[in-house]
C-alpha cells in the first residue's frame, strides 16, 4: 500500500517568516495529496489540496508544489503569523479507491513572536 | 448545517467491555470514514464507506466493526475493548472520492 513519510516533525520559525514541510510518497499511481491543518484540541481541516496534472497551486500565503517524477511535494507557508501555529499533515491517495487517505506523521510548527 | 457530529466525546473503557462511537453527517455525502490518531502520528482509517450498505476494511480494523443502515449515519462498534486502542477517533465524510474530507470533532477513549 501507499507510504507517505513527512518532515520535518517539529517546525520552529519567525513571524513574518516563510515554513516549508514537506512529504514524500511511495506509490506513483497516488494522484491526490491534500494537506490539512490541525489545532490543538480540533479537527483536522483541509487547508490546500492538488492534483497530479498541476505542478502548483497557490492560496494567499499557501502554495503547495508537486515533482510526480521524485515523488515528493512540499506545503509552503509565506509571512507566517502565530494563527498558523498548529500541526500540519499531509496525504495522499490512489484514484479508484474511495478516497482512502494516506496520511503523513504531522508536522508541529511554531511561530514565534 | 451542523456537518459531522461525533458522540461521545470523550469515555473511559474497562478492557474487555464494548462501545459504539457514533457519528452523524448531514451533507448527504456518500463517503465517510473512521481514522485513529495516536499521539504523535498521523491519521489510520479504521473502515470505510462507499454508500448505505457498503463498507470495507481499511489499514487498521482489527478490534472494530461498522455498519452503514443508512447515508446519515456510520456508527464504529469496539469489541472487547482493548488499551491498544485507546485513542482519538476521528469519523469523516466527503462529497466525492477524492476530496475534501469533513472531520468531526473527534471521541478521545481511554481504555483502562
Known amino acids: 500500500g501507499e507510504n507517505v513519510e513527512q518532515h520535518p516533525s517539529t517546525l520552529s520559525v519567525q513571524e513574518g517568516d516563510s515554513a516549508v514541510i514537506k512529504c514524500t510518497y511511495s506509490?506513483?499511481?497516488?494522484?491526490?495529496f491534500p494537506w490539512y491543518k490541525q489545532e490543538l484540541g480540533k479537527r483536522p481541516q483541509l487547508i490546500i489540496d492538488i492534483r497530479s496534472n498541476v505542478g502548483e497551486k497557490k492560496d494567499q500565503r499557501i502554495a503547495v508544489t508537486l515533482n510526480k517524477t521524485a515523488k515528493h511535494f512540499s506545503l509552503h507557508i509565506t509571512e507566517t503569523q502565530p494563527e498558523d501555529s498548529a500541526v500540519y499533515f499531509c496525504a495522499a491517495s490512489l484514484a479508484g479507491t474511495a478516497s482512502k487517505l494516506t496520511f503523513g506523521t504531522g508536522t508541529r510548527l511554531q511561530v514565534t513572536l | 448545517n451542523a456537518g459531522v457530529t461525533q458522540t461521545p466525546k470523550f469515555r473511559i473503557l474497562k478492557i474487555g467491555q464494548s462501545m459504539t462511537l457514533q457519528c452523524a453527517q448531514d451533507m448527504n455525502h456518500n463517503y465517510m470514514y473512521w481514522y485513529r490518531q495516536d499521539p504523535g502520528m498521523g491519521l489510520k482509517l479504521i473502515y470505510y464507506?462507499?454508500?448505505?450498505?457498503?463498507?470495507d476494511k481499511g489499514e487498521v480494523p482489527n478490534g472494530y466493526n461498522v455498519s452503514r443502515s443508512t447515508t446519515e449515519d456510520f456508527p464504529l462498534r469496539l469489541e472487547l475493548a482493548a488499551p491498544s486502542q485507546t485513542s482519538v477517533y476521528f469519523c469523516?465524510?466527503?462529497?466525492?472520492?477524492?476530496?475534501?474530507?469533513?472531520f468531526g470533532q473527534g471521541t478521545r477513549l481511554t481504555v483502562v
Open positions: 469523516a465524510s466527503s462529497y466525492t472520492q477524492q476530496g475534501e474530507a469533513f
Open positions: 506509490d506513483s499511481a497516488s494522484n491526490y
Open positions: 464507506s462507499v454508500g448505505a450498505g457498503i463498507t
